[in-house]
């Protein structure tokens, strides 16, 4: 995370809606390298990449016909810098006479669909995912979906794999479609949490001096008024990070 480093394994499944669907558009950060990408058969397809509109093209050896399913594999890697917030201070070191004020730390790292950091629809659709992301030992995670487990690398024999032993592993699954990933990652503590019907969960970053813990108590009050006027709230769970941010 403190370089923006990012590598991936994306597994696609896709079900073609036309009579012979010869290549799939996705959406993919032109800053990152694509090492290769393989059908279900193992068989290396054939891309072309639009770094100018963000898309990539994969063309099918066997096209898939109406109604039928199929899978590719994306592998890549690269720096991607999380886009700035949005924000109206400025971050220069303030100097006095006697004391240099020196900004906070910001040990938090959002990699949302803004940042196409996987590959993604191009369109507004709907899908199922399951993430497995690996980050090293001092980092927390939290994303989209259930986290269905939590463990340490602890094995492998590939040397990128043997450089990763001991790093957290975090496996979310989403029950429901979603429309977009994202996932954040830094010095996340747990604080507070209610593992009632819907699960509500509070993580604090590392330097937040003024902990809002009654937040946790608003956002179910918010909750159960927008399931009194729009039905029950459709996702696994709610978390909420408050993190340090330039923006306070």
Not at 133 to 142: L, Q, S
Not at 164 to 189: C, M, N
Not at 234 to 244: D, G, H, N
Request: charged share 30%.
């Amino acid at each position: 995370p403190k370089q923006s480093y990012i590598s991936g394994k994306a597994k696609i499944e896709i079900e073609s809606r036309v009579d012979s669907l010869d290549q799939v558009k996705l959406k993919l950060n032109p800053k990152l390298e694509v090492i290769r990408i393989y059908d279900e058969e193992m068989r290396e397809l054939f891309y072309s990449w639009d770094k100018l509109r963000e898309l990539v093209y994969v063309c099918f050896i066997e096209p898939p016909s109406r109604g039928e399913t199929c899978a590719i594999e994306i592998f890549y890697r690269g720096k991607i810098v999380p886009l700035p917030q949005v924000e109206d201070v400025t971050t220069a070191l303030q100097v006095s006479d006697h004391i240099v004020f020196k900004p906070p730390k910001f040990d938090t790292h959002l990699f949302s669909r803004r940042s196409y950091w996987y590959p993604s629809p191009p369109d507004d659709d709907y899908f199922q995912a399951r993430l497995r992301i690996i980050v090293p030992p001092e980092y927390a995670c939290v994303s989209n979906g259930e986290l269905v487990e939590q463990s340490k690398l602890n094995g492998g024999e590939r040397i990128e794999v043997v450089e990763k032993i001991g790093s957290s592993v975090y496996v979310f699954e989403t029950r429901r479609q979603v429309k977009y990933l994202s996932f954040i990652v830094g010095g996340l503590s747990k604080v507070k949490e209610d593992n009632g019907s819907l699960p509500f969960t509070l993580y604090f970053s590392s330097g937040v001096s003024s902990q809002k813990k009654a937040i946790l108590d608003e956002a179910k009050k918010i909750v159960r008024f927008y399931e009194s006027k729009f039905g029950i709230y459709p996702y696994e769970k709610l978390s909420i990070v408050q993190r340090l941010w330039s923006t306070s």
